[in-house]
């Protein structure tokens, strides 16, 4: 941390630099639930698999949200460190914390009382009714851990340091793999035996995250004076993580919308579109990665002042994301049986999963170049563009067009995916516009 490699040298060498332990990171991170997917297919029921799917994807969409929100923590220490602000810093993060504390607790106690509502709203097909609900009440249990992992990563990647969150999630990414192998194997809990194994892991990457912080030596002042609401502070970084985390919701409603939809179908088709949602989860990591990474990239960047190298910065992360894509777009469209073998030995999920997933495969090729805008513009603050554009591609094309196509006669999984490739479409143009604007407001 002593030589701040974001704003100084090679750009695309930085960035891949920076990236590379996002991508490992998140990589872990989908390891959790495709873990809990993966042993509760091999050694549990059908419903146990609908159970995970279903309740995962609940938690997946909230979790979303809490990255989001923490991406205003990300923005504001970015650029306090690109203005070498030291004290700046530490208020940032105190208050930060702070107020996530809070967060972390309100929803600990929600999702714990209200699971089962929570499955109906869901609607968890009725033989895995009780799975979903065990699954998501315990995973809720542990959603103050989720949104302390969540924030002390956010704050590790606005100081440029992208290697200890890859550390925390892969200690924790072992405890959960040998929890499920003990607890859905060994004792035959199903999805609680998962969602138990989950919590447990994230609880540890909390605990070592914190180690991690009071040995290293850190670009600002850290002790319990700092930990504290800080109004003026707090304002500004919800105004920068409120419409990130809006944005997301409306994402992750979209798609649970569509599970919704499709658990109406049959326990089959809601099991093959969880198996699916799983793997594209790491289809996508790369574009996924990059959409953080340059949040933090450019954020420092402007503070620093250096916008030219932030502009760049984008046109290097999209043209590398999008090769990447295509290569991802091609083993989803072509192979996806193969991959989703991997999660289930029920031939008709893996049939169900593999006719969804090409319509990722299509969209592949797209967010490539829509993440990265996303984290550009997160970098520059222009957050509420971010939500705007999320809240037109989930409401205005995806829900739409996946509900229109569930009343076609004789539809696919296949046709209602495309709601997907399509709703990007148009948050590219939309982003390509936004640039477009920026450029000249700039001249």
């Known amino acids: ?65 809490i990255t989001g929100l923490a991406m205003g923590i990300t923005i504001f220490v970015g650029y306090s460190i690109g203005e070498k602000d030291r004290e700046k810093t530490s208020r940032g993060i105190g208050t930060g914390l702070f107020l996530f504390l809070v967060i972390g607790v309100v929803l600990t106690l929600v999702i714990t009382v209200c699971s089962g509502d ?5 609607k968890a097909p009725e033989h895995a009714f009780r799975q979903t609900d065990q699954y998501i009440m315990i995973c809720g ?28 999630v892969a200690i924790a990414c072992v405890v959960n793999i040998l929890g499920d192998l003990l607890l859905v194997k060994g004792f035959g809990l199903g999805a609680a035996g998962a969602a138990l194994a989950t919590v447990f892991a994230q609880g540890i990457s909390v605990v070592v995250s914190v180690l991690i912080i ?33 944005q997301e919701f409306l994402v992750g409603l979209s798609f649970v919308v569509i599970q919704v939809i499709v658990n109406m179908i049959g326990v089959v088709e809601s099991a093959g579109v969880g198996v699916a949602e799983k793997i594209t ?68 999920v ?16 797209l967010v490539g170049f829509l993440f990265c805008f996303i984290g550009y513009f997160n970098g520059r603050e222009k957050t509420l563009f971010v939500m705007v554009q999320g809240l037109v591609g989930a409401l205005c094309v995806r829900i739409p067009i996946v509900y229109a196509m569930s009343l076609m006669e004789g539809a696919t999984l296949f046709h209602i995916s495309l709601g997907t490739p399509s709703a990007s479409v148009v948050q590219i143009i939309l982003c390509v516009t936004m640039l477009v604007r920026m450029k000249r407001a700039r001249k």
């Open 350 to 365: 893996v049939a169900a999963a593999h006719d969804y997933l090409k319509g990722y495969a299509i969209d592949c090729l």
């Open 1 to 65: 941390m002593k030589k701040n490699v974001l704003i100084e040298g090679r750009i695309l060498t930085a960035l891949l630099r920076f990236s590379l332990p996002v991508l490992f990171a998140l990589f872990l991170q989908a390891l959790y639930g495709g873990i809990d997917l993966l042993i509760v297919g091999r050694f549990a029921e059908t419903a146990d698999v609908s159970g995970v799917a279903t309740g995962s994807m609940f938690l997946q969409t909230l979790t979303a949200v």
């Open 214 to 246: 009071r040995r290293q030596e850190l670009p600002f002042d850290f002790g319990l004076r700092y930990i504290r609401f800080d109004a003026r502070i707090a304002k500004k970084e919800l105004q920068l993580g409120l419409p990130i985390g809006f």
């Open 141 to 168: 249990m542990g959603m103050v851990f989720v949104v302390a992992y969540n924030v002390l990563s956010g704050i590790f990647r606005g100081l440029g340091d992208s290697k200890t969150p890859l550390l925390t």
């Open 281 to 348: 989860v790491f289809i996508m990591l790369v574009p996924s990665a990059y959409m953080q990474a340059m949040s933090a990239f450019v954020a420092q960047n402007i503070g620093a002042g250096k916008p030219e190298r932030a502009d760049r910065a984008l046109l290097y992360g999209c043209g590398s994301s999008v090769a990447i894509g295509i290569v991802m777009g091609y083993v989803a469209f072509f192979h996806g049986n193969l991959l989703a073998g991997l999660f289930t030995e029920d031939a008709a």
């Open 118 to 122: 929570l499955a109906r709203l869901m």
